[in-house]
C-alpha cells in the first residue's frame, strides 16, 4: 500500500482507504445498500487494516451511526493504525440536517462515543450549504474542537464538485471530498484538482465505481435489494451507466469483475490531487482487490485520455435521475 499526504494537515492516508457507507446496513427507504452482516462486515475492517488500509471514511447518518460502531469494535487495540473520517449535519437520514454549532459539537461527541475513541481524524461537514460555510459559528465550534484535541483536522463532503470548490473559497476547508469516477470527471472539467493543488488541500475521491456499475457485473437483469438506494435511480440512468462502464471498461482493456475494478480506482490515482480514493466496501475480497489497485498504480496516461476523451463527448447522466 502506497501512502499520500492529506493535504497540509499533517496526517497520512492510505491512498484507496474504506468507505463505509454500506456497512452500516439497511437504513429507512432508499438510503443504504440494504441488509448486511455485521460478522462479515468485521471481517472486511479487520482485512483493510491488515492490508494498509488506513483511511476509514463514515458519517453519523451511515446506519444512523452503525458504521461507526463497527469502525470502532474493528480498531480497538489498533487505533493508531487508523485514520477516521465521519461527517456531521445528518445524525439520520429520516430527519432534516442540522449545521448549527451546537449540532456540530453533539454529533462529534456521540460519533466519539460510538467508535470508543477520545479523538477523531478528520470532521467533515456533510453537504453543508453556502450560509453555513460562511458562518462565524461554524469556525468557531471546529476551532474549538480542534483546540480541545476532539479532531485533528475538518473538513468538508460535499454534494458535488462546485459545493467543494466553494468549500475551499468560502471556509478555507484543509480538506474536501466529492464524487470522482471515470463517468463522472466534473473535479477535472469543473477545476476542482486544479483548486486543491493550488491551496495544498487535501481530496477524498468518492463513489470511484460509480455505486458499482464501474465493476461492469450489473446488467439489465440485475434486482437490487430492498432499500438499495440504487433502486431509486430511474431506468434511463441505470441504463446509461449500464452501456458507459462497458464502454470505459474496454477503453481501459479490462474485463468485468477484478479487472475492472483495479482500472477504475487506477484511473482516480492517476491524478496527484488526489489524496485517496475510498471505494465502498463489505467484503474482505473487495478490500484485498482494493488495496492491489495502489500496487499497481497509475492508468498509463493514453489510457486516462481516453476515458477523459469519452466523456468529452458523452452525457453520463440522464435528467430526471430519480425515479418517480
Given at each position: 500500500?502506497?501512502?499520500?499526504?492529506?493535504?497540509?494537515?499533517?496526517?497520512?492516508?492510505?491512498?484507496?482507504?474504506?468507505?463505509?457507507?454500506?456497512?452500516?446496513?439497511?437504513?429507512?427507504?432508499?438510503?443504504?445498500?440494504?441488509?448486511?452482516?455485521?460478522?462479515?462486515?468485521?471481517?472486511?475492517?479487520?482485512?483493510?487494516?491488515?492490508?494498509?488500509?488506513?483511511?476509514?471514511?463514515?458519517?453519523?447518518?451511515?446506519?444512523?451511526?452503525?458504521?461507526?460502531?463497527?469502525?470502532?469494535?474493528?480498531?480497538?487495540?489498533?487505533?493508531?493504525?487508523?485514520?477516521?473520517?465521519?461527517?456531521?449535519?445528518?445524525?439520520?437520514?429520516?430527519?432534516?440536517?442540522?449545521?448549527?454549532?451546537?449540532?456540530?459539537?453533539r454529533s462529534t461527541e456521540l460519533s466519539l462515543k460510538r467508535i470508543g475513541t477520545d479523538y477523531l481524524d478528520v470532521l467533515q461537514l456533510h453537504n453543508p450549504p453556502s450560509d453555513v460555510l460562511a458562518a462565524e459559528e461554524?469556525?468557531?465550534?471546529?476551532?474549538?474542537?480542534?483546540?480541545?484535541?476532539?479532531?485533528?483536522?475538518?473538513?468538508?463532503?460535499?454534494?458535488?464538485?462546485?459545493?467543494?470548490?466553494?468549500?475551499?473559497?468560502?471556509?478555507?476547508?484543509?480538506?474536501?471530498?466529492?464524487?470522482?469516477?471515470?463517468?463522472?470527471?466534473?473535479?477535472?472539467?469543473?477545476?476542482?484538482?486544479?483548486?486543491?493543488?493550488?491551496?495544498?488541500?487535501?481530496?477524498?475521491?468518492?463513489?470511484?465505481?460509480?455505486?458499482?456499475?464501474?465493476?461492469?457485473?450489473?446488467?439489465?437483469?440485475?434486482?437490487?435489494?430492498?432499500?438499495?438506494?440504487?433502486?431509486?435511480?430511474?431506468?434511463?440512468?441505470?441504463?446509461?451507466?449500464?452501456?458507459?462502464?462497458?464502454?470505459?471498461?474496454?477503453?481501459?482493456?479490462?474485463?468485468?469483475?477484478?479487472?475492472?475494478?483495479?482500472?477504475?480506482?487506477?484511473?482516480?490515482?492517476?491524478?496527484?490531487?488526489?489524496?485517496?480514493?475510498?471505494?465502498?466496501?463489505?467484503?474482505?475480497?473487495?478490500?484485498?482487490?482494493?488495496?492491489?489497485?495502489?500496487?499497481?498504480?497509475?492508468?498509463?496516461?493514453?489510457?486516462?485520455?481516453?476515458?477523459?476523451?469519452?466523456?468529452?463527448?458523452?452525457?453520463?447522466?440522464?435528467?430526471?435521475?430519480?425515479?418517480?
Amino acid at each position: 500500500m502506497k501512502y499520500r499526504k492529506l493535504g497540509e494537515t499533517g496526517i497520512l492516508v492510505s491512498e484507496v482507504g474504506f468507505g463505509a457507507w454500506g456497512i452500516g446496513g439497511r437504513t429507512a427507504g432508499a438510503t443504504s445498500y440494504g441488509d448486511t452482516d455485521d460478522a462479515q462486515s468485521l471481517r472486511a475492517l479487520h482485512r483493510a487494516l491488515d492490508l494498509g488500509i488506513t483511511l476509514f471514511d463514515t458519517s453519523s447518518a451511515y446506519g444512523s451511526g452503525h458504521s461507526e460502531v463497527l469502525i470502532g469494535r474493528a480498531v480497538a487495540g489498533r487505533r493508531g493504525e487508523a485514520v477516521i473520517a465521519t461527517k456531521a449535519g445528518y445524525d439520520d437520514w429520516t430527519k432534516p440536517p442540522d449545521f448549527s454549532a451546537a449540532a456540530i459539537r453533539r454529533s462529534t461527541e456521540l460519533s466519539l462515543k460510538r467508535i470508543g475513541t477520545d479523538y477523531l481524524d478528520v470532521l467533515q461537514l456533510h453537504n453543508p450549504p453556502s450560509d453555513v460555510l460562511a458562518a462565524e459559528e461554524t469556525k468557531q465550534v471546529l476551532a474549538s474542537l480542534a483546540a480541545e484535541g476532539k479532531i485533528r483536522s475538518w473538513g468538508v463532503s460535499a454534494k458535488n464538485p462546485a459545493g467543494a470548490v466553494e468549500a475551499l473559497q468560502v471556509a478555507g476547508a484543509p480538506i474536501v471530498q466529492a464524487n470522482f469516477n471515470m463517468m463522472d470527471v466534473r473535479v477535472v472539467t469543473e477545476g476542482l484538482l486544479d483548486e486543491v493543488s493550488r491551496r495544498g488541500a487535501a481530496f477524498i475521491a468518492r463513489t470511484p465505481l460509480c455505486f458499482g456499475f464501474l465493476t461492469g457485473t450489473i446488467d439489465r437483469s440485475t434486482v437490487f435489494a430492498a432499500g438499495d438506494h440504487r433502486a431509486a435511480w430511474s431506468r434511463a440512468q441505470l441504463d446509461n451507466w449500464i452501456d458507459g462502464a462497458r464502454d470505459l471498461i474496454s477503453a481501459a482493456s479490462a474485463t468485468p469483475g477484478r479487472e475492472a475494478v483495479l482500472s477504475a480506482l487506477r484511473f482516480c490515482l492517476s491524478f496527484g490531487a488526489v489524496s485517496s480514493v475510498i471505494p465502498g466496501v463489505l467484503h474482505p475480497a473487495e478490500a484485498e482487490t482494493n488495496a492491489q489497485a495502489s500496487e499497481q498504480g497509475a492508468l498509463p496516461a493514453d489510457v486516462v485520455e481516453k476515458v477523459l476523451a469519452i466523456n468529452a463527448t458523452r452525457d453520463f447522466f440522464v435528467s430526471p435521475v430519480r425515479a418517480s
